[in-house]
């Protein structure tokens, strides 16, 4: 079985540039996160979509993240602009509905902004 | 989510059980237990969980305290592919699907 797949696995920009992550989830999973990863602040949530409906987006840094679930099976999460402080491992997770379903994560954008 | 605590790093020697505590002593009625691991340049990976009793799968056993305030995580037999940062994380039952709260884990370190 596919596995949640992440795209780019890397990706190096100038500061300013708009950058676009993307996340397919496991088929038939309702439930998708996107997670950041840095030394300083280890992995926190950034938001997370419900039937393709976002839930909480308090994470969110600020104005220039942008999230978006257009359908089940894709998301997009969208940096504009870019600051070098926003570099770090970008994670997307999916899981089935529910408390205890595990979530499983894909590998990773290592993003780096310069 | 209530907070956990965990010792920032543990060493075991390859082969040998590993025992990873957590605390939680602030625990509720309706909390689970999860622990997830995440290998280097790899995503966090769910390991398992429960609510009072112990529970096996083919990864790991966990171990509840009786008074909840506690769990570990029992590897049975390292292997060099065990090392990892292992998360103790609570979830709150509320009927839908929320994010983990990540804490800073132990870094599990195996021996050859």
């Known amino acids: 079985d596919a596995g949640v797949i992440q795209s780019p696995r890397h990706e190096v920009t100038e500061m300013g540039q708009e950058v676009t992550l993307r996340c397919k989830p496991i088929?038939?999973?309702?439930?998708l996160f996107w997670y950041r990863q840095t030394m300083m602040r280890g992995l926190e949530l950034l938001i997370y979509f419900n039937n393709n409906v976002p839930i909480d987006d308090s994470g969110m840094p600020e104005d220039r993240f942008s999230a978006k679930m257009p359908n089940a099976s894709f998301s997009t999460l969208k940096i504009q602009p870019s600051e070098p402080r926003d570099s770090a491992v970008y994670f997307c997770a999916s899981s089935r509905r529910g408390d205890n379903q595990p979530q499983h994560f894909g590998d990773g954008t290592r993003l780096s902004i310069l | 989510d209530a907070k956990t605590t965990q010792p920032n790093s543990m060493e075991s020697n390859e082969e040998e059980p590993v025992h990873l505590p957590c605390n939680h002593s602030t625990i509720s009625g309706t909390d689970y237990i999860h622990w997830y691991r995440q290998l280097p340049s790899q995503g966090p990976e769910y390991v398992i969980h429960?609510?009072?009793s112990n529970v096996n799968n083919r990864m790991a056993s966990l171990a509840i305290a009786e008074d909840r305030k506690s769990s570990t995580l029992i590897l049975h037999r390292a292997t060099l592919r065990d090392a990892a940062v292992y998360y103790c994380i609570l979830r709150r039952y509320s009927g839908s699907a929320r994010q983990l709260t990540f804490g800073s884990g132990t870094q599990l370190t195996v021996l050859p």
């Open positions: 429960g609510l009072t």
């Open positions: 088929s038939g999973h309702n439930s």
